[in-house]
T-cell receptor
């Protein structure tokens, strides 16, 4: 699996955009970038995924650099309920094996 | 619309006891996996299966057995529980075709004393 690197923690003011970076410099051409989050000790929740184009859904936007070596998850208007650990994962193509790092602990401040 | 169901939610075992953690999914997903999460850590892959009758080891397989006799069920067996296996265990399932999200269960919190 491509190794991912994320900052251990970030703070964000409520209502502001939260930008969570991820480095995945060893990513291969056909490997997707996935983002999940874990609230408290619940099971991880899927947020978004992408290959090379920017993606947006009802939860977030995913910006992938042109060289695909890094990406940024954007929560456009963070709320207190977005406080969670966010994981960036790049599973080896065709394996579906998720290797979780320690993620980024996002704290949204009132 | 149950998704991934894990049982039990909580369990306390004595060292040396055996038990099976159950995982069932109703989405006809081919791929299922088991993870453990220790305090303050990310999830670590224990075992996974790409379909009925096929299983393989993940990052931390020692002390655990799995089997996959049906598409729906993927039980995780602890043969002889040790305090080091105290953890929260998560089961996940994914459709094998295409870049599809993984669905996680709500976890089983296991304490070995």
């Amino acid at each position: 699996d491509a190794k991912t690197t994320q900052p251990p923690s970030m703070d964000c003011a409520e209502g502001r955009a939260a930008n969570l970076p991820c480095n995945h410099s060893t990513i291969s051409g056909n490997e997707y970038v996935y983002w999940y989050r874990q609230i408290h000790s619940q099971g991880p929740q899927y947020i978004i995924h992408g290959l090379k184009n920017n993606e947006t859904n009802e939860m977030a936007s995913l910006i992938i650099t042109e060289d695909r070596k890094s990406s940024t998850l954007i929560l456009p208007h963070a709320t207190l309920r977005d406080t969670a650990v966010y994981y960036c994962i790049v599973p080896t193509s065709g394996t579906y094996k998720y290797i979780f790092g320690t993620g980024t602990r996002l704290k949204v401040l009132a | 619309n149950a998704g991934v169901t894990q049982t039990p939610k909580f369990q306390v075992l004595k060292t040396g006891q055996s038990m099976t953690l159950q995982c069932a999914q109703d989405m006809n997903h081919e791929y299922m996996s088991w993870y453990r999460q220790d305090p303050g850590m990310g999830l670590r892959l224990i075992h996974y299966s790409v379909g009925a009758g096929i299983t393989d080891q993940g990052e931390v397989p020692n002390g655990y057995n799995v089997s996959r006799s049906t598409t729906e069920d993927f039980p995780l067996r602890l043969l002889s529980a040790a305090p080091s296996q105290t953890s929260v265990y998560f089961c996940a399932s994914t459709s094998r075709w295409g870049a599809i999200e993984a669905f996680f269960g709500q976890g089983t919190r296991l304490t070995v004393v």
